[in-house]
C-alpha cells in the first residue's frame, strides 16, 4: 500500500526489525577474522594495480605530449630555475653546517617544487612519453621533440639561475666557495664512465619518482617519496642533468672551465646516463610488469589503433584521446587547391544546404574545393576496431553520395571524407588542423556536434586557438539575396565582408551595411567611417545605414525585417565557445526571421589573458572618427 505522501510503505513488525539486525550483527561478527579484516568476500584496495598505474601514466603522457611548443618551453624555464634552488640551498647549508650530509637534507625541495607543481623536468619526463611510445600511440619523432623542448627549456632556466648565482650576490662568500667545490667533484674528480654510471643510477631514481607518483593517492605520500629519493641523489653522490648544466655554468662563469669540455666532459654522459636509466626502469620494469590487459578498460575510449610501424618510426602522429581515427580517404584530398573550404557534418541528409552554401561561397574562387567531413560520434563504449570502423565508413559513404549531385552544379572540386570518433566537436578542429581549410562552413542547430562539445575537452582551448576561419550558419531557408552586414569594425566582420562580397559576385546579393553610433550628433562620424570602411573592404556599392538609437540589437532586428541574411561578427569573448555554452546573450539570433551567419577569425588571447586565464579574445577595433 501507499502511503498519503506517496512513498512506498514496508508492512514490518518493529520486532522482526529487531530481530534482523541482530542476525545481520552475529553474521558480521562470524565473517570477520580476529584481527579484524574480512573473512570472506571481497577487501577494498588501497592501491592501484599496475595496470591502473600504468593507464594513469599513459593518461598524463598524452596529455604532455600534445601540448605546444611554448607551453612545454615556459614549463621548462621554470623548471631549470627552479634546480637552482636545489643548488643554492645545497651549497649554502653545506658551507653554513660545515656538513655535506645537512645540505643534502635540503637538496631535494627545488625537485619538490617541479614535480608538486606540475612543471616539466627532463628526466622526470622520460617515463610518461616512453610509455606512450612503446604502445605505439605516438611516434619516436614525437618523442624525441618532446624531449628537445623540455630539455632547451630545462638548460634555459639553469642558465639563467647561474647568472643569478654567480652575479647576483646570492651567495655569500663561504657559500660560494662551497658551490665551486660541489661543481668541481663533478667536473674535474670524476672520470666519464663513472659520471655515466651514477646519472644511470640516478635516472632510475627519478623515473621511479613518477611511477610511484602515479600509483600514489594524495599529495603527503607524493612529497614524501619525491623527498627520500631525491635525497637519495647527493648521499649517494650520483648526478642530475639539469643540476649538472647549472654546475658547469657557474664554472664557467667562474673561469674555471671550458664551454666544449664542460659539456662533453660533464653534462653529455649525465645527459647518457639518466636518459637510458630512465627508459630502463620504463621498459625492463614498469611496462612489463602490466598484464596484455593494461590499457583494455581504457578501449572504449578509442586507443585500439596503433601507429604502423612507418608511422611510429617517421611519423609525426600523436593525437589526443590517443590516436585520431582517420578516414583513409583524407590522405587522398587535394593539397594543392586555392581556397578550401571545410563543411563538418552530422548528418547528409538534412545538412545538403550548408554543403550548397559551401559551393555557392567556394565558386567565387579559382581552384577552389569543398571538403563535406561527416564526424560520425561514436558511442563512449563502443570499441572502435579496423571491422567496426570500416562498417560505419561504408554506411557513411553511402549517404554521402547525395551530396555530390548537390555539388554537381558548382564550378568546384567537391571531396567528402569520414571520421569516426568519440569526441565530436573536437574531432572538427582536428581535421581542420590536418587538412589546413581556409574557412569551416557549419551549421548550427541542435545536433551531436554542438551536444556533445560541453563533455569533450576545456572549449577554451579549443575556441580561443582556432586554426582557420569559422562560419557558423543558423539556416532559415538559406536565401541569400539580401544580406545585412552589421558591423563597427574588427576582424570578424572582415570575414564577414568576405562572405558578402563573394555573393555579390556569384548570386547578385544586394548588400547592406548596418552601423550603430550612440545619438544623432554622432551620425556624420559614424558615416565617414563606415564609408572608408566599406572601400577598404570592396563593397563600395552596398547601401549603407546608419543607426543612431545606440541599441544595437534592436536596430539589426528591424534592419532584419527587409534581409535574408544577417552577419554577425565575434564578441570579444569568441564565438564558437558561447554557442556551445549557450550564453551568447544576441537574442536577435533567436528573434529575426532570416538566416543569421556567425563569424570569427582565429586570434591569440593577450599576454595578460594568458597569465591570468582570461577567455577574451586580443582584437583591434577601428574607431570612429
Known amino acids: 500500500m501507499d502511503d498519503s505522501d506517496g512513498t512506498e510503505s514496508n508492512d514490518v513488525a518493529p520486532?522482526?526489525?529487531?530481530?534482523?539486525?541482530?542476525?545481520?550483527?552475529v553474521r558480521e561478527a562470524i565473517e570477520r577474522s580476529k584481527l579484524?579484516?574480512?573473512?570472506?568476500?571481497?577487501?577494498?584496495?588501497?592501491r592501484f594495480s599496475a595496470d591502473e598505474v600504468f593507464q594513469r601514466v599513459i593518461a598524463a603522457a598524452d596529455e604532455e605530449v600534445t601540448s605546444g611548443v611554448r607551453e612545454l618551453l615556459f614549463s621548462g624555464i621554470a623548471a631549470g630555475f627552479a634546480i637552482s634552488i636545489t643548488f643554492l640551498l645545497y651549497a649554502s647549508m653545506s658551507a653554513a653546517s660545515d656538513s655535506a650530509l645537512v645540505g643534502a637534507m635540503l637538496y631535494p625541495l627545488g625537485f619538490i617544487y617541479i614535480i608538486i607543481g606540475g612543471y616539466q623536468l627532463y628526466t622526470e619526463n622520460t617515463l610518461p612519453p616512453v610509455a606512450l611510445t612503446i604502445e605505439r600511440l605516438a611516434s619516436l619523432p614525437a618523442l624525441?621533440?618532446?624531449?628537445?623542448?623540455?630539455?632547451?627549456?630545462?638548460?634555459?632556466?639553469?642558465?639563467?639561475?647561474?647568472?643569478?648565482?654567480?652575479?647576483?650576490?646570492?651567495?655569500?662568500?663561504d657559500a660560494a666557495q662551497e658551490a665551486l667545490y660541489i661543481?668541481?667533484?663533478?667536473?674535474?674528480?670524476?672520470?666519464?664512465?663513472?659520471?655515466?654510471?651514477?646519472?644511470?643510477?640516478?635516472?632510475?631514481?627519478?623515473?621511479?619518482?613518477?611511477?610511484?607518483?602515479?600509483?600514489?593517492?594524495?599529495?603527503?605520500?607524493?612529497?614524501?617519496?619525491?623527498?627520500?629519493?631525491?635525497?637519495?641523489?647527493?648521499?649517494?653522490?650520483?648526478?642530475?642533468?639539469?643540476?649538472?648544466?647549472?654546475?658547469?655554468?657557474?664554472?664557467?662563469?667562474?673561469?674555471?672551465?671550458?664551454?666544449?669540455?664542460?659539456m662533453t666532459g660533464f653534462v653529455l654522459p649525465v645527459l647518457l646516463g639518466n636518459t637510458i636509466g630512465g627508459i630502463a626502469l620504463v621498459t625492463v620494469v614498469n611496462y612489463f610488469q602490466t598484464s596484455e590487459q593494461r590499457l583494455e578498460s581504457a578501449r572504449f575510449e578509442g586507443i585500439e589503433r596503433r601507429l604502423s610501424p612507418r608511422e611510429w618510426l617517421f611519423g609525426r602522429l600523436v593525437g589526443r584521446s590517443y590516436v585520431p581515427i582517420l578516414d583513409p580517404s583524407e590522405t587522398g584530398l587535394s593539397e594543392d587547391a586555392?581556397?578550401?573550404?571545410?563543411?563538418?557534418?552530422?548528418?547528409?541528409?538534412?545538412?545538403?544546404?550548408?554543403?550548397?552554401?559551401?559551393?555557392?561561397?567556394?565558386?567565387?574562387?579559382?581552384?577552389?574545393?569543398?571538403?563535406?567531413?561527416?564526424?560520425?560520434?561514436?558511442?563512449?563504449?563502443?570499441s572502435l576496431g579496423s571491422r567496426q570502423r570500416q562498417r560505419i565508413t561504408s554506411a557513411s559513404e553511402k549517404q554521402l553520395e547525395s551530396l555530390h549531385d548537390?555539388?554537381?552544379?558548382?564550378?568546384?572540386?567537391?571531396?567528402?571524407?569520414?571520421?569516426?570518433?568519440?569526441?565530436?566537436?573536437?574531432?572538427?578542429?582536428?581535421?581542420?588542423?590536418?587538412?589546413?581549410?581556409?574557412?569551416?562552413?557549419?551549421?548550427?542547430?541542435?545536433?551531436?556536434?554542438?551536444?556533445?562539445?560541453?563533455?569533450?575537452?576545456?572549449?577554451?582551448?579549443?575556441?580561443?586557438?582556432?586554426?582557420?576561419?569559422?562560419?557558423?550558419?543558423?539556416?532559415?531557408?538559406?536565401?541569400?539575396?539580401?544580406?545585412?552586414?552589421?558591423?563597427?569594425?574588427?576582424?570578424?566582420?572582415?570575414?564577414?565582408?568576405e562572405v558578402a562580397r563573394a555573393l555579390q559576385s556569384v548570386a547578385d546579393t544586394e548588400v547592406t551595411i548596418l552601423h550603430v553610433v550612440d545619438g544623432p550628433e554622432r551620425v556624420d562620424a559614424g558615416e565617414r567611417f563606415i564609408r572608408e570602411w566599406a572601400v577598404d573592404r570592396n563593397l563600395t556599392d552596398a547601401d549603407i545605414i546608419i543607426d543612431d538609437s545606440g541599441d544595437v540589437e534592436a536596430a539589426i532586428k528591424r534592419a532584419a525585417q527587409d534581409?535574408?541574411?544577417?552577419?554577425?561578427?565575434?564578441?570579444?569573448?569568441?564565438?564558437?565557445?558561447?554557442?556551445?555554452?549557450?550564453?551568447?546573450?544576441?537574442?536577435?539570433?533567436?528573434?529575426?526571421?532570416?538566416?543569421?551567419m556567425l563569424s570569427e577569425r582565429p586570434s591569440e588571447r593577450s599576454i595578460i589573458g594568458r597569465l591570468f586565464g582570461s577567455d577574451r579574445r586580443e582584437r583591434s577595433t577601428p574607431k570612429e572618427s
Not at 554577425?568 to 538566416?595: F, I, N
Request: with cysteine; aromatic share 10%; net charge negative.
Open 563 to 596: 534581409h535574408t541574411v544577417v552577419a554577425l561578427g565575434a564578441t570579444e569573448q569568441g564565438l564558437l565557445s558561447r554557442l556551445v555554452t549557450q550564453t551568447l546573450h544576441l537574442d536577435v539570433v533567436d528573434e529575426v526571421d532570416c538566416t543569421v
Open 15 to 25: 520486532e522482526e526489525i529487531g530481530q534482523e539486525e541482530l542476525d545481520e550483527s
Open 183 to 262: 661543481a668541481r667533484k663533478g667536473a674535474f674528480e670524476t672520470p666519464w664512465w663513472s659520471l655515466f654510471f651514477k646519472a644511470l643510477f640516478a635516472g632510475l631514481i627519478v623515473a621511479g619518482v613518477v611511477w610511484v607518483g602515479y600509483a600514489s593517492r594524495d599529495t603527503i605520500s607524493r612529497m614524501l617519496v619525491v623527498y627520500l629519493a631525491f635525497l637519495a641523489i647527493p648521499l649517494g653522490n650520483l648526478f642530475h642533468v639539469v643540476v649538472s648544466f647549472t654546475e658547469a655554468l657557474y664554472l664557467m662563469f667562474h673561469g674555471e672551465l671550458a664551454f666544449v669540455p664542460g
Open 338 to 382: 586555392g581556397y578550401r573550404i571545410m563543411v563538418p557534418i552530422s548528418n547528409p541528409r538534412t545538412e545538403s544546404r550548408t554543403v550548397e552554401l559551401a559551393c555557392l561561397l567556394a565558386s567565387n574562387y579559382e581552384d577552389a574545393v569543398v571538403h563535406a567531413v561527416h564526424v560520425v560520434q561514436a558511442p563512449e563504449r563502443m
Open 144 to 173: 624525441l621533440r618532446h624531449w628537445g623542448v623540455v630539455l632547451a627549456g630545462n638548460f634555459l632556466g639553469g642558465a639563467a639561475g647561474a647568472v643569478v648565482l654567480t652575479y647576483g650576490g646570492v651567495f655569500e662568500p
Open 406 to 497: 548537390t555539388a554537381a552544379d558548382y564550378d568546384i572540386r567537391f571531396e567528402t571524407s569520414t571520421t569516426v570518433t568519440h569526441r565530436s566537436f573536437e574531432e572538427v578542429f582536428n581535421v581542420a588542423r590536418r587538412t589546413e581549410p581556409d574557412l569551416v562552413l557549419m551549421g548550427w542547430t541542435h545536433g551531436r556536434l554542438w551536444s556533445a562539445a560541453r563533455a569533450e575537452r576545456p572549449l577554451a582551448e579549443l575556441t580561443n586557438r582556432l586554426p582557420c576561419d569559422f562560419l557558423v550558419v543558423k539556416d532559415r531557408g538559406l536565401d541569400t539575396s539580401k544580406f545585412l552586414l552589421p558591423t563597427a569594425g574588427g576582424p570578424d566582420s572582415d570575414l564577414s565582408a
Open 36 to 46: 579484524g579484516a574480512p573473512a570472506v568476500g571481497e577487501a577494498v584496495r588501497d
